[in-house]
């Protein structure tokens, strides 16, 4: 499984951990997926997602069938 948020499109970062002495070395900079059950009224059923945080704020502001509408997604196909 990818580890990007199907709601925001975010997905880990590379960047360079930087010692004291300079030295660099590759780094990823991983997104806060959390794995969540979100009810979903009009399919009147659960839907299994990994989301990050910023989207779960966002479906607690919207409402999942608003927010994924405002998107374009089909959450039947979840």
């Known amino acids: 499984m990818a580890r990007k948020?199907?709601?925001t499109g975010k997905r880990p970062n590379v960047g360079n951990s930087v010692s004291h002495s300079n030295h660099k070395t590759k780094m990823r900079q991983?997104?806060?997926?959390?794995p969540k059950k979100l009810w979903w009224t009009e399919g009147n059923r659960f839907?299994?997602?990994r989301i990050s945080a910023r989207a779960m704020?966002?479906?607690d502001k919207l409402g999942l069938e608003n927010y994924a509408k405002s998107l374009g997604m089909d959450l039947s196909r979840m």
């Open 5 to 7: 948020c199907p709601f």
């Open 57 to 59: 704020r966002t479906i």
């Open 47 to 49: 839907i299994s997602v």
């Open 30 to 34: 991983f997104v806060n997926l959390q």
